[in-house]
């Protein structure tokens, strides 16, 4: 039976990689975002390869969403795995000198955005008592590092909600799983220091972790025989030991 996957973000980096990855293999796509030339672009290059829905809104705004949710037509209306991958990085300042507008920004987003999506969504998968939840977390969910005050704070968020999800989903048989990645070399960083050539410095003198490299990973975990769930998942590049710990050859 072909599945359906629902993927936020959809538009750029991992989710975009997912996508790509979920079509290869059959798998019905439901893409969110945004910017919709690229979902309609997207939406060209993979439906010679599967079924493709696109949903042009954004996660921050709760009425939005639900009323995206609410629109799919059928076949794509009955969702089988819901990858929560939309999030951001706004800035890298000390706490006292912090943008509220950035951490408003990374709250809604990483933290209340999933939070809507998985609330427009979840009430389906209980009533088939089936379903997979994926939250894309990041090594930022595990410590804290330099600056990273309130993305840190988001993250560690995202994993206290799937361990939450996870509990609460159990009678219903219902897999949660977290993801979360080190320094994949994405539009991430671009975002986060808006436009700054800072961005271009971040992934020199090692190889990051590509978003192709998580797609796999995540495509690994949503294929696992029904009594599998992988929980909660940490992957660095090589070069990486931590947060603050990468081999760089400069």
Known sequence: MTKTAFITGATSGIGRATAYEFAKHGINLVLCGRRLE????????????????????????KAETFNAVES???????????????GNAHGLDPIQDGSIDDWDAMMDINVKGLLYV??????????????????IGSSAGKEVYPKGNVYCASKHAVLAV??????????????????????????????????????????KGFD?????????????????????NIADMLIFPKAQANSTTVKKDL
């Open 208 to 228: 990051a972790l590509q978003a192709q490299d998580i797609a796999e990973i995540i495509y690994f975990v949503i294929s696992r025989p029904d009594h599998v």
């Open 118 to 135: 998985s609330k427009a969504i979840i009430p389906q998968m209980t009533a088939r008592q089936s379903g997979h939840i994926i939250n």
């Open 162 to 203: 799937t361990e939450g999800m996870r509990i609460d989903l159990n009678p219903f048989g219902i897999k949660v799983s977290a993801i979360n990645p080190g320094l994949v070399e994405t539009e991430f960083s671009k975002v986060r220091f808006k436009g700054d050539d800072k961005a271009n410095d971040v992934y």
């Open 72 to 86: 799919l037509p059928k076949p794509f209306d009955s969702i089988d795995i819901l990858i929560n991958n939309a």
């Open 38 to 61: 690229r979902l309609q672009s997207l939406e060209q290059e993979l439906k010679h390869l599967t079924e493709v829905h696109i949903l042009n809104f954004d996660v921050r705004d």
